[in-house]
């Protein structure tokens, strides 16, 4: 079936410095990956989501790469903003465009 | 205002009673969506629905069932809530297409005593 991996469970880090954020996938399809963020209290909203024609998506100073091979699509930015302080999740979607969320990532930075 | 909407906000209820949550689309969105977030922050899929036909069931206990009245309304009703059910309720909805995107109301917060 459809799962998600993050790794990582709580991120700390100091403001300027640059973020990571694991994710994998196992999927029987080739699905889409997506990236959402939730800050506290609000919705989940879309931050990334992957092309089919292998471009980058890029949004807000994040990005992140489909990698088929190694079946992740990791989150990065350059330089973290204290703004960036959120719940980060990674998710799939292949039959019948259900979202199929990872455990999620909380991403705390600090001055 | 186009968006998603939910009611209640908030909704605090007893073992045994029944629930029922709204949830409205303004995006003209042919897919809405019922996903739970359980207080690990854990987000699950429960239903999907497409023009007010059920698509997707994702193994929901049978006390759950969801209701469209048209491709801009899903609710869901609880038949006999349990305390596992306390949890915050999204609702989201999309174009239906392959990977579109899809978007999500506020939720609705569940506390069962």
């Known amino acids: 079936g459809d799962s998600v991996t993050q790794t990582e469970g709580l991120v700390t880090l100091t403001e300027g410095l640059p973020v990571m954020l694991n994710c994998t996938y196992q999927?029987?399809?080739?699905?889409?990956l997506f990236w959402y963020v939730q800050h506290l209290n609000e919705a989940p909203k879309l931050l990334l989501k992957?092309?089919?024609?292998?471009k980058r998506p890029e949004h807000q100073g994040f990005h992140a790469t489909l990698h088929k091979s190694s079946s992740s699509f990791h989150l990065q930015k350059s330089s973290a903003q204290l703004s960036d302080s959120a719940l980060y999740y990674c998710?799939?979607?292949?039959?019948?465009?259900?979202?199929?969320f990872g455990s999620g990532t909380k991403l705390t930075v600090e001055p | 205002e186009t968006a998603v909407f939910q009611t209640p906000n908030y909704h605090v209820t007893q073992v045994g009673n029944e629930v029922s949550f709204n949830c409205k689309q303004t995006?003209?969105?042919?897919?809405m969506y019922w996903y739970k977030q359980d207080s690990k922050k854990l987000l699950k899929i429960m239903f999907s629905?497409?023009?007010?036909?059920?698509?997707v069931n994702e193994t929901v206990p049978r006390r759950f069932s969801p209701q469209s009245s048209d491709k801009a309304h899903l609710n869901l009703r609880i038949k006999s809530v349990e305390p596992e059910d306390s949890a915050v309720y999204l609702c989201?909805?999309?174009?239906?297409?392959?990977?579109?995107?899809?978007?999500f109301g506020p939720g609705t917060r569940l506390l069962v005593l």
């Open positions: 629905y497409n023009n007010k036909q059920l698509i």
């Open positions: 999927s029987t399809y080739s699905p889409f």
């Open positions: 998710a799939l979607s292949s039959n019948y465009n259900v979202l199929y």
């Open positions: 995006l003209g969105h042919d897919t």
């Open positions: 989201a909805s999309s174009s239906g297409g392959a990977g579109d995107t899809q978007y």
């Open positions: 992957s092309f089919t024609d292998n």
